[in-house]
């Protein structure tokens, strides 16, 4: 029989629980806190902990009674350990650990970023290897995935991240939060060449990629084109599809570098909400000699479906944790790998 295994995240500011059997979603509940944080314009780290102290056994109840089964019916419950907010973590981990302690299941930690990186073989049962960009809010980078142990990081982001940057160009042109799917609405009606805005980093060899320069580059283009103090919407929109243009060619040219680094990987796939943007979704499909994958946004971001197949996975492979298991603020996939210099100053969501 397929083992059953209960899914916990709580590594930003969603709180979710899912059950899975297989690839089978019985059930996947995501509480949002972004009320609670949107006075103060980011996540509140010590606000999202006791949110999550307070929603984690209401949402581990309700995927439990949504998929029909008890806590006893559980084969091994898995857990978010990192990386992410330490406080929202830790509330995670003790929670697991709870469940654990009374029924004797088998604790499984898993690595927020596996969730993502893994999430094409929960929606399409992709094979290894296989090429992952994940594009968030707080993430960018280019891994080879050979198994749900073993990750590689082609590269990433030296500076911002693409949804970061999307949201700070918002900002800059006055649309509101989030900036991607508003910048993406407004790019509609504007004209991607008229503004030139660079393409950062393509002179350099390799797949790292930087956006902070872009958005200076939006900052002058934006300063140099108010009338009266104000930005007429014909520029503000031309402005937004110039952006959109130099983001999805950037991420293009170095995707097609990365696909060229692992001449076997089956598929190549996107998660992370920036995966949302019509432009770069058509600019990546267009580099992919092999199938282009991008899960249902609902698995892109934030849930426990994801936490629950990576537990799958390595319950399978015979992977179990003991009530030492540590939640980590930090937690690369490929250990291996240098550190990105000021990679994920946001970082904690992924
Ligand atoms: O993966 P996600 O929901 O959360 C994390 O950051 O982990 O991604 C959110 C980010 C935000 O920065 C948001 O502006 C961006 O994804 N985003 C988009 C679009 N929809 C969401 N960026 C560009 N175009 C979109 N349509
Ligand atoms: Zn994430």
Redesign the pocket.
């Known amino acids: 029989m397929t083992p059953l295994i209960l899914g916990i995240e709580s590594s ?1 500011d969603d709180t979710a629980a899912a059950v899975l059997r297989g690839r089978d979603i019985l059930s996947t509940v995501v509480s949002s806190q972004t009320d609670l944080h949107a006075d103060f314009g980011g996540v509140v780290p010590e606000i999202a902990a006791r949110a999550h102290v307070e929603k984690l056994d209401l949402c581990v109840e309700s995927a439990l009674a949504q998929a029909g089964v008890g806590l006893h019916d559980l084969d091994a419950v898995a857990v978010t350990a990192g990386p992410g907010l330490i406080g929202g973590v830790m509330s995670g981990v003790m929670c697991a650990k709870g469940i654990a302690a009374a029924t004797g299941l088998p604790l499984i930690g898993v690595n927020h970023l596996a969730g993502h990186a893994l999430t094409p073989r929960l929606t399409d049962n992709v094979a290894y290897p296989y090429l992952m960009l994940l ?5 960018c980078q280019f891994l080879r995935v050979d198994s749900a142990e073993r990750f590689t990081r082609l590269g990433g982001t030296i500076d911002d ?4 940057a ?2 700070k160009v ?1 900002k800059l042109l006055g649309l509101p ?5 508003a ?2 609405a407004a790019a509609r009606d504007g004209d991607p060449t008229a503004f030139r805005f660079p393409r950062p980093l393509l002179d350099r060899d390799g797949c790292d990629l930087s956006f902070s320069g872009l958005k200076t580059a939006v900052l002058r283009a934006r300063d140099g084109a108010l009338v009266n103090g104000a930005l007429p919407s014909s520029v503000r929109a031309d402005i937004c599809a110039g952006f ?1 243009a130099a983001v999805a060619d950037v991420l293009a040219e170095k995707a097609r570098r990365a696909l060229l680094l692992c001449p076997d990987a089956t598929a190549f796939a996107v ?4 995966a ?3 432009a ?1 979704r058509t600019a990546l499909e267009q580099v992919t000699p092999i199938p282009f994958l991008a899960p249902p946004l609902a698995l ?3 849930n426990a479906a994801m936490i629950a197949w990576v537990g799958s996975e390595l319950f399978a492979l015979g992977r179990r944790d003991g009530m030492d298991l540590p939640a980590r603020p930090r937690w690369p996939l490929d250990e291996d790998a240098a550190p990105m210099l000021g990679s994920g100053k946001r970082g904690a ?2």
Request: with cysteine.
């Open positions: 930003c594009v968030s809010g707080g993430h991240a693409p949804g970061e999307f949201d918002a939060q989030p900036g991607g799917p910048v993406e959109q998660a992370g909400g920036v949302a943007n019509g770069v892109c971001t934030d969501k992924a």
